[in-house]
């Protein structure tokens, strides 16, 4: 498909367990983003890429969390041992140019920790 | 800081009936604001953007907002709500580098036939 594409669209973990969560954004999309969306929130920033540069990691709620995009296209969003607090649906964006003026997203990945 | 504050955690209207989604933010610098939809199981739709050109966007199927820098608002309108218009609705803003967006808390718009 053309659009911003996120597996898995739902992933229940047991509390400790790692989990990864990948994003493949539209073709050629220059920045690419990712969001945390709590239940009854809005969504909250995580971390932002231009090509394979992670270039704002400030949203990132702590060190279990970890981004990357090695070739500038796909990226994967890992949590370690994870928390019921980890528990959100995990939203990607990506966007032709440096920032995200055009910023499509995907449907996201509903992280549920038991 | 930058931050956005949507009014109105539900609104509801019944088809026909005009729509209006507040939303006001609070920026150290110009601004960009957006609005976004998100309808069940789909991923966020950009309905409309302002960018410091016409301070009256025209956006998708129907609806606009005026970014009014002295009210620090940023409302959403339709003059006819559609059912299909029922979705959650946020209100962002970002700076100028457009790498970071802040999002409200979004708006819940019922849509009674």
């Known amino acids: 498909g053309a659009g911003v594409s996120q597996s898995p669209r739902y992933k229940v973990a047991k509390r400790g367990q790692d989990v990864a969560l990948r994003c493949d954004p539209i073709?050629?999309?220059?920045?690419l983003f990712w969001y945390q969306q709590a239940l009854g929130q809005g969504p909250e920033f995580l971390t932002y890429?231009?090509?394979?540069?992670?270039?704002?990691k400030s949203g990132l709620p702590s060190d279990r969390f970890f981004a990357e995009r090695p070739e500038g296209s796909v990226s994967t969003l890992k949590i370690q041992r994870t928390q019921q607090e980890d528990s959100a649906v995990y939203l990607c964006?990506?966007?032709?140019?440096?920032?995200?003026?055009?910023?499509?997203f995907g449907q996201g990945t509903r992280l549920t920790v038991v | 800081a930058q931050s956005v504050t949507q009014l109105d955690s539900h609104v509801s209207v019944s088809e026909g009936t005009p729509v209006l989604l507040r939303c006001n933010y609070s920026?150290?610098?110009?601004?960009?604001l957006f609005w976004y939809v998100q309808h069940p199981n789909k991923g966020l739709q950009l309905l409309l953007k302002y960018t410091s050109a016409a301070t009256l966007v025209k956006g998708i199927n129907g609806f606009e907002a005026e970014f009014k820098k002295s009210e620090t608002s940023f409302h959403l309108t339709k003059p006819s709500a559609h059912m299909s218009d029922a979705a959650e609705y946020f209100c962002v803003v970002t700076l100028y580098n457009f790498n970071k967006f802040y999002f409200g808390s979004g708006t819940k718009l019922n849509v009674k036939p």
């Open positions: 920026s150290s610098y110009s601004p960009s």
């Open positions: 964006a990506s966007s032709p140019e440096s920032g995200g003026t055009e910023a499509f």
């Open positions: 073709s050629g999309h220059v920045s």
């Open positions: 890429f231009q090509n394979e540069a992670q270039l704002d």
